[in-house]
Nanobody
């Protein structure tokens, strides 16, 4: 599975962005999908995940109420809708795919910069 993340950019605090992660292959719905981020000088942080069917989602407390994960299995794409962005959300955002447990595949990352 190859993953291609996109949608990053520069946004003012309080604004919104939607990240997309497109997957190659025909087995997209065999994988749970996750989003992670890494800010400069910091360790990678888990943002959230969505189940294979999209029926179950989970987001970290740091983004709860502001970020939403969804997926379209017909389009082999997972989304991260980010609202009420804060400067501390500035990071490179990565998508990942996992069949059972560990995250097996990673995208290349897309940079989100939130200005104050």
């Amino acid at each position: 599975v190859q993953l291609q993340a996109s949608g990053g950019g520069l946004v003012q605090a309080g604004g919104s962005l939607r990240l997309s992660c497109a997957a190659s292959g025909r087995t997209f719905n065999s994988y749970a999908m996750g989003w992670f981020r890494q800010a400069p000088g910091k360790e990678r942080e888990f943002v959230g995940r969505i189940s294979r069917s999209g029926g179950s989602t989970y987001v970290a407390d740091s983004v709860k109420g502001r970020f939403t994960i969804s997926r379209d299995n017909a389009k082999n794409t997972v989304y991260l809708q980010m609202n009420s962005l804060k400067p501390e959300d500035t990071a490179v955002y990565y998508c990942a795919a996992g069949a059972d447990g560990p995250w097996d595949y990673w995208g290349q990352g897309t940079l989100v910069t939130v200005s104050s």
